[in-house]
């Protein structure tokens, strides 16, 4: 009935892998499973926010920016509640990690802006430092984490800690910057 061969090829290819199946006639059915090597390796900028490490995607990345001491204290302004810095004459809408996560956020004398790209809109997301980038392989989350908007996956770095792994759209729509979040909040 090819109930269970649909389960398997169904299985197998959430994890990146392909089932060929090839029929002969007086020859018999050959079955090729590709499975990867590892789930994903991806380069990845690794940051701070509140004593944690998170990784982000640098497909996503536009570019980095620090604002140091007076230029941080004046540089960000506020549109419609909105927090947005002024990058080569162009608003960029802000989103502060510690925010969208629900930590504390931490008074800092320098602003580390990530600029990111989510739906074909940048945005800056404000961490509390950038360490560097990595090659990591991607770990899919688990079942009581899946459901989670801000995450892709995880990682274990090399000191043997976990990094989460940031998902771009879904910290863009959680911050109201992406797509239907940002129309609506202009709308308010």
């Known amino acids: 009935r090819g109930v269970g061969m649909d389960v398997v090829k169904t299985n197998i290819e959430k994890i ?8 002969r006639v007086g020859d018999g059915t050959t079955l090729r499973i590709k499975i990867p090597l590892t789930l994903a390796i991806i380069p990845a900028l690794v940051v701070t926010c509140d004593g944690d490490r998170f990784a982000i995607p640098q497909v996503s990345l536009l570019e980095l920016v620090r604002l140091e001491s007076e230029d941080a204290k004046t540089g960000i302004e506020s549109i419609r509640g909105t927090p947005v810095y ?10 502060y990690l510690s925010h969208v996560l629900g930590l504390a956020p931490k008074e800092h004398d320098h602003v580390n802006i990530v600029v990111l790209q989510a739906d074909g809109r940048p945005f800056g997301l404000v961490v509390d430092s ?4 990595e090659e990591i392989v991607v770990k899919p989350l688990g079942k009581l984490l899946k459901g989670l908007p801000c995450y892709a996956g995880a990682t274990i770095m090399g000191d043997g800690k976990v990094a989460l792994i940031l998902d771009v759209m879904g910290i863009a729509q959680a911050g109201r910057v992406g797509g239907e979040g940002r129309d609506q909040k202009m709308a308010n």
């Open 86 to 95: 002024r990058l080569r004459g162009n608003l960029l809408p802000l989103v």
């Open 16 to 23: 990146g892998g392909a089932v060929d199946v090839s029929t």
């Open 130 to 133: 950038i360490n560097d980038t």
